[in-house]
């Protein structure tokens, strides 16, 4: 019998574009709704989960400048790898807290990125990957740099993590397609598989034939105005409509969309995400 990964949650940690909702200084009805699905914190998705050897993982997508807070909401107390999709800071300035994640799992911490955001990250965080040159020894993270090649995956604990070139803008960027190695037989009843992509404005050629047989994908959906990086909420739409996952959930929102006003006009299979949505095999 194969061994298989258990308890597989995927959690929306952050739902929101880049300034984050409420956004400083406004006092629009989204910014000041009381519903706590229009409160977005920047984007970013983790995965925890039992591997087949019967370890707890986590691996995140992204770390958003709001990690801490996400991972204390959560609960989450390890972080085995970060998968990155592009080194915008909404996406990477939680960097910096993974120390902590050091400190209780008292090792260092795998990162996977392209070559573009690695070496941005190491431009940026040139105290963490540069430590030695530190005027003082002081308390940074330490994590261990690895290369994704866009055409080749990536296989972490049982889960495989298969890159997806998309266009964000003018900047190619990655979203990634997530699925366990070996399943066996018995077809998955839970979100898996699994596309996340944020920021995305157009998706390549090359990238449809990896967006087959989804269970889940999670899209990019910044507003209802056109955006020269972005999707807007009528490509979204069209984009879901096309890939064809039995659900789509949209995230990297702006404070124009009010979370009870859009979800309920979208078509069938397809939804908002907020911050905290959870994925595991009772939510599909
Ligand atoms: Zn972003
Ligand atoms: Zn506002
Ligand atoms: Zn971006």
Known sequence: MPSSIRNLEFIILGSGTSAGVPVIGCDCAVC??????????????????????????????????????????HKINRCDAIVYTHNHVDHTFGLDDT??????????????????????????YRHIFEKEKNINDSFVATLIPHLIEPKQSIDLFGLRFTPLELLHGRLPILGFRIEEIDSGDS??????????????????PQTWSKLGGLNTLVLDMLRYRKHPTHFSVDQ?????????????????????????????QLPEGMALAYDGLVLNSSSI
């Open 32 to 73: 000041t709704s009381p519903d706590p699905r229009d409160n977005r914190t920047r984007c970013s998705a983790c995965l925890r989960f039992i591997d087949p050897k019967g370890q707890e993982r986590v691996i995140f997508i992204d770390t958003s400048p709001d990690l801490r807070q996400q991972a204390l909401r």
């Open 99 to 124: 120390r902590r994640f050091n400190v209780v799992m008292g090792g260092p911490i795998d990162l996977y990125a392209d070559r573009h955001t690695i070496e941005s990250l190491h431009r940026v």
């Open 187 to 204: 077809p998955s009843d839970g979100p898996l598989p699994l596309a996340y992509c944020t920021d995305v404005s157009a998706i390549p």
């Open 236 to 264: 979204a739409i069209d984009a879901s409509d096309r890939i064809g996952a039995s659900q789509t959930w949209f995230l990297h929102m702006t404070h124009d969309i009010k979370h009870e006003e859009l979800d309920p």
